[in-house]
């Protein structure tokens, strides 16, 4: 068995399932960094992501593009950060409860949706759409081992490292992301200067959930081409995770992702040879390690001050 | 270049407090804005409103039997919110209440199939089982609250994960050692008939509905009567100033956590003594989830959760009318219970402002 997993072959499979499963959490995760470097603690990740992925498949079933899919599913998420926003920033509402409510709301609204237009779904009728297919970049994705593992990605894949970058700069190198990064930690000098603070948040908040929307458009449309009541099971919480994890920084994040993407792929691997442990402990495994990962990252100093604190003028 | 102003002789103004009258209104008005629109939302579907509402109400307090089905569907989320106001009293966010609700389900279990041959009289054998429950769902909820306590942890995602490690455990057990023997299906040997949750009246109404009322009660007394009450509120309204007042932080937060997981580890302990007796696959339908719901639908008050369990127990037991009645399905459910806590914490903020002449 052992030597079945250390077949070259697998290894490379698993790594590049890594990479696809991990991008899916650096999507969501970034849209968080943003949000949390603001000073608004949005635990609606999962919401947002369900609503992402049912908003991308519906998006795709109908119209029969899958970009279009990607497209409805980015506005899905919006339109549900837009919800958070209103709750937890415009009428500063607990952000906590602002968050779990949105939850249990987007839950609530994709289940009935999905049981409203497709009356008749049962075990052997599912409707399913054809997912998007793997990108080959030409010429790199030819290069032994490195080739088959990052360059030969979903679309999305490699928009998620463009869009890590993307953030990164903002974060670091424009006037904007200063002022984001200060919103985070206090949020009354950004107001001094004249700055409104709602509006920058809000803002915040909304990418946040185009981000989760995307990164759940990725779960139906590249992933498994249907959908399902609690598809992205517990995956925007492990964003949210992965933000801490990550120290709060867009590269750190990252190598977060991967990690968790990784688990995630071995853990299907593993079932998938048929290793002889009972399949739900694999299951189970990146629920572990991420309760692991928080408890190791109990000290991490990233954390913006303000997090979680509505800010009130005097 | 010039703006017109237009100055309005109001301004507006967030209130300090606001009263229990305001806070009441604001339900009303939640709960009528959700009405209306599921009422639209029924006509889009060409059905009549009114026969549709009929059936929902028909079907949970129509008659006797509707009435102790409502109470039955209302007893595990009354639990499992009172879990929840226990630890958002206190601003711990516990989210694992699913999760300590199956540890409950399978500490009782776990009792069961250990000792076979206890040949306990029920009088002894269900208080056993049910502290069972509350032990182990303690447990599954101490976790995070010692982490949270000890090391400063964020409860919320470490509840969330253990949820799901919970699950896979169960669907192990049920899968492997737990399974009864030639079944296809996900579920132990049925329990023996010492473990049953005796009947009240004659009916299907199971002791399990008054257990929660008497938790209902005693943490009503627990929160508002007891010291200990007394620092989970503190803790949650001010956890500096608590801490300055010589209460120990660290305990409350592991003590809210550990009683919050018993609550909802009794859930699951009554849950399937009560209905299923015997542990079987899927016979939580996300109660924990739905008991956070409860909690803030009933501003984590003791009776607030009563009265909205009941009430989501009636939506629940409804839904079922209403599908054999209408074309309506059943998840419609889902999302006016969604609907109705999104409107109420919306309202409650309106009714936070008020309008005041300059």
Redesign the interface.
């Known amino acids: 068995m052992l030597s079945d997993i250390l077949q070259s072959g697998l290894i490379i499979s698993i790594l590049a399932s890594a990479v696809r499963m991990g991008t899916i959490l650096l999507l969501a995760a970034l849209g968080e960094l943003i949000v949390e470097r603001s000073g608004v603690l949005n635990l609606s990740v999962e919401g947002m992501m369900l609503s992402g992925a049912f908003g991308g498949f519906i998006g795709a079933y109908y119209t029969n593009s899958l970009w279009l899919g990607v497209l409805s599913a980015i506005l899905a998420g919006l339109l549900v950060s837009a919800l958070f926003g209103l709750l937890a920033i415009i009428l500063q509402i607990d952000q906590t409860v602002s968050g779990l409510t949105v939850n249990i709301f987007a839950a609530g609204l994709t289940f009935y949706l999905y049981r409203a237009l497709f009356p008749n779904v049962g075990a052997t009728n599912i409707p399913a759409l054809k997912p998007f297919s793997v990108f080959q970049i030409p010429v790199l994705s030819d290069i032994p081992i490195i080739g088959k593992i990052l360059f030969s990605q979903y679309a999305l894949s490699y928009l998620a490292f463009f869009l890590m970058l993307l953030v990164a700069f903002y974060l670091y190198r424009t006037k904007s992301g200063l002022i984001l990064r200060t919103l985070g930690e206090n949020p009354r000098v950004v107001d001094m200067k004249g700055i409104n603070v709602m509006r920058y948040r809000f803002l915040a908040v909304l990418f946040g959930g185009m981000m989760a929307g995307l990164a759940g458009s990725f779960i139906t449309l590249a992933s498994v081409g249907i959908f399902v009541a609690d598809i992205t099971s517990g995956r925007g919480w492990l964003a949210i995770a992965i933000v801490i994890f990550g120290d709060w920084k867009p590269v750190k994040i990252l190598w977060a992702s991967l990690f968790f993407g990784f688990i995630d792929a071995l853990q299907m691997q593993l079932q998938a040879l048929g290793v002889q442990l009972p399949f739900q402990l694999f299951l189970a495994m990146p629920y572990i390690l991420t309760t692991i990962a928080v408890f190791l990252a109990r000290k991490r100093s990233g954390a913006p001050l303000a997090l979680g604190v509505h800010y009130v003028r005097e | 270049m010039y703006k017109v102003i237009i100055k309005l002789p109001y301004t507006i103004e967030k209130r300090k407090d606001i009263s229990f009258l305001l806070s009441s209104l604001s339900i009303v008005v939640a709960l009528t804005v959700s009405i209306l629109a599921a009422a639209g939302m029924i006509s889009l579907y060409g059905e009549d409103v009114g026969i549709v509402l009929k059936a929902i109400a028909g079907g949970s307090f129509g008659s006797m039997s509707a009435l102790i089905d409502t109470l039955i569907k209302a007893t595990p989320i009354l639990l499992t919110g009172l879990a929840t106001v226990v630890a958002f009293r206190a601003k711990v ?1 516990n ?1 694992g209440q699913e999760g300590q609700l199956y540890a409950g389900a399978m500490g009782a279990t776990f009792v069961i199939l250990t000792f076979p041959d206890l040949n306990l009289p029920p009088v002894v054998h269900i208080p056993l089982l049910l502290f069972a429950s509350m032990i182990t769902g303690a447990i599954w909820g101490g976790i995070p609250g010692y ?1 949270k306590a000890r ?4 409860e ?3 509840t ?3 949820n ?2 919970i699950q ?2 169960c ?2 057990l049920l ?2 050692p737990w399974q009864e023997p030639g079944s296809y299906y996900y579920n132990t040997v049925k329990f023996p008939e010492s473990s049953f949750l005796p009947l009240l009246f004659d009916t299907r109404l199971h002791i399990g509905f008054l257990i929660a009322l008497i938790t209902a009660f005693m943490v009503y007394f627990l929160t508002w009567k007891m010291k200990l009450g007394f620092e989970i509120r503190a803790r949650g309204d001010n956890p500096v100033a608590a801490n300055y007042k010589g209460i120990n932080i660290q305990r409350v937060t592991l003590i809210t956590m550990l009683l919050s997981g018993a609550i909802a580890g009794l859930a699951g302990g009554v849950e399937i003594l009560g209905i299923h007796h015997k542990l079987i696959w899927g016979f939580s339908s996300g109660f924990g ?1 739905t008991g ?2 409860i909690c ?1 639908l009933g501003r984590s008050h003791p009776l607030g959760v009563v009265i909205a369990s009941i009430f989501f127990g009636a939506l629940h037991n409804g839904s079922s009318a209403m599908q054999i009645y209408s ?1 309506v ?4 459910v ?6 109705i ?2 409107m109420m ?2 309202w409650e ?2 009714f936070k402002y008020r309008l005041r002449r300059i």
């Open positions: 966010w989210i982490l090391y400063n942890v964020n919320i995602i470490v969330v994960m253990l799901y490690v896979y455990l669907t192990f899968n492997g989830f956070i719901l803030l074309d399905p059943r998840s419609f889902n999302l006016i219970m969604g609907l806590i999104v914490l919306f903020a309106v």
